[in-house]
C-alpha cells in the first residue's frame, strides 16, 4: 500500500481514475462487439474535462458504462439498420459536481416502453432477443452476443449502489 505499483493506486482502487479515459475505454471495446454484431456501429461522443480524476475502482465503472453503451449502441443500430438516415452518435458526458461525478450515457435509439421500465433492474429481463434463442449453437460457438442475457443494467445498478451511487434510466419512447 505505501509502495502503489501501478502509481496512484492502492488494491483495486485507482486514487487518480479519470471518467472520461474509462468511458472512452469502454466505448471503444463496446463499438467493437457492435461492429462485430451488426456491421457497422454508431459513432460515441464523448463530452467531459479530460483532466478531472476522482478515486474509485476503474474495472466497476468500466463495467457499468460497457453495459450502457452495449444497450444503446444496439437500440440505435437497430433503429436505423434499416433507414437511409445516418445513425446519430451515441453521447456521453461527464459532469464533476461538488459533490457528484455524473455519467450521462443519451442516445436516439428509440427509448424503453413504458411497459417494460419497471423491470429493467430485474435480472434476466431484456429488451433484445434471448441470445439463446437465436443463436442455438451459441455453447459450441465461440459468437458473442452483444445484449439479451438481462444482467447488464441490473449488475451495473448493484455496482453503482455499492460505491454509493446511484444508477437511473429515463427513458422516452420514440
Not at 458504462?65 to 444497450?71: G, R
Not at 416502453?113 to 451459441?138: C, K, M, V, W
Request: charged fraction near 20%.
Amino acid at each position: 500500500l505505501h509502495n502503489p505499483n501501478p502509481p496512484h493506486c492502492v488494491a483495486c482502487i485507482h486514487t487518480k481514475m479519470s471518467p472520461v479515459e474509462v468511458a472512452r475505454n469502454a466505448s471503444e471495446d463496446a463499438r467493437a462487439m457492435c461492429l462485430r454484431e451488426y456491421g457497422s456501429s454508431p459513432d460515441v461522443n464523448i463530452y467531459g474535462d479530460p483532466t478531472f480524476t476522482f478515486p474509485y475502482v476503474p474495472a466497476h465503472l468500466q463495467l457499468m458504462v460497457f453495459e450502457l453503451l452495449k444497450n444503446s449502441l444496439r437500440a440505435v443500430q437497430e433503429r436505423y439498420m434499416d433507414s437511409d438516415k445516418v445513425a446519430p452518435p451515441v453521447r456521453i458526458i461527464v459532469a464533476d459536481g461538488i459533490e457528484d461525478v455524473t455519467i450521462k450515457v443519451s442516445d436516439e435509439g428509440g427509448g424503453i416502453p413504458r411497459s417494460g421500465l419497471p423491470n429493467i433492474f430485474t435480472y434476466l429481463y431484456s429488451t433484445a432477443q434471448n441470445p439463446l434463442d437465436e443463436h442455438s449453437d451459441l455453447g459450441t460457438s465461440e459468437a458473442v452476443t452483444m445484449a439479451g442475457y438481462g444482467y447488464g443494467i441490473p449488475i451495473s445498478h448493484l455496482y453503482a449502489w455499492y460505491f454509493g451511487g446511484d444508477l437511473q434510466i429515463i427513458s422516452m419512447e420514440g
